[in-house]
């Protein structure tokens, strides 16, 4: 299984034998996540929570899932390369400030 560094790689050597690097602007990446995060969500919109549990039953709502969920993953991936941010780094810190924000229910 490749690592997010190599994935990374491997996206912007994709978008540079394509010579799509002027269009990886920040904006760009963000609208495009933005896109593709909202194409993720269609697949679930109308349907009742069982429904919504039970999509990765169904073969290709499971593809169609899988599809967005990478379509999401390459664009913060290249996102996050644009403007420098360690994506691992930065769910790290966070956590950290949601411990800190949202204590754990104490033990009754």
């Given at each position: 299984?490749p690592?997010l560094?190599?994935?990374?790689?491997?996206?912007?050597e994709?978008?540079?034998?394509?010579r799509?690097?002027?269009?990886?602007?920040?904006k760009?990446?963000?609208?495009?996540?933005?896109?593709?995060?909202?194409e993720?969500?269609?697949?679930?919109?109308?349907?009742?929570?069982?429904q919504?549990?039970?999509?990765?039953?169904?073969?290709?709502d499971?593809?169609?899932?899988?599809?967005?969920v990478?379509?999401?993953?390459?664009?913060?991936?290249?996102?996050?390369a644009a403007?420098?941010?360690?994506?691992?780094?930065?769910?790290d810190?966070k956590?950290?400030?949601?411990?800190?924000r949202f204590?754990a229910?104490?033990d009754?």
């Open positions: 299984m690592t560094s190599e994935l990374t790689a491997r996206l912007a994709f978008a540079a034998a394509r799509w690097q002027p269009f990886h602007t920040p760009n990446l963000a609208a495009a996540l933005s896109v593709e995060a909202g993720l969500l269609e697949i679930f919109q109308w349907l009742t929570p069982e919504a549990a039970a999509v990765m039953d169904d073969p290709k499971a593809h169609r899932v899988r599809d967005e990478a379509d999401v993953l390459a664009y913060l991936l290249q996102f996050c403007v420098g941010v360690d994506p691992l780094a930065a769910l810190a956590i950290d400030r949601n411990e800190l204590p229910a104490p009754e």
